[in-house]
Nanobody, 115 residues
């Protein structure tokens, strides 16, 4: 299965983006979908994830600002970021966890927040 991440770009502080992560095929064994990000010179950090029944979890750094959602019928996850900050600049990677402990990664989408 391939994951296609999209929606990144260059935005000014305070701007918004919605990232998408679409699986290339219908999957019946997804446990959760999520996002991690990697800023320049830093390790990849977990951002948020959501189970197929809608339970969400967020990193402290984004809780209250980011919103993760999922369209189970389309095997697509979204990350809504309404108020971007320069420290949100990173490559955002989506992932899917499936039964059996398998994890699949998307290719990453660049988010740059700068005036």
């Amino acid at each position: 299965v391939q994951l296609q991440a999209s929606g990144g770009g260059l935005v000014q502080p305070g701007g918004s983006l919605r990232l998408s992560c679409a699986a290339s095929e219908r999957l019946s064994d997804i446990k959760l979908m999520g996002w991690k990000r990697q800023a320049p010179g830093k390790q990849r950090e977990w951002v948020a994830d959501i189970t197929t029944d809608g339970r969400t979890a967020y990193a402290d750094s984004v809780r209250g600002r980011f919103t993760i959602s999922v369209d189970n019928a389309q095997n697509t996850a979204y990350l809504q970021i309404p108020t971007l900050k320069p420290e949100d600049t990173a490559v955002y990677y989506c992932f899917i966890d499936r039964d059996g402990g398998r994890r699949h990664w998307g290719q990453g989408t660049q988010v740059t927040v700068s005036s």
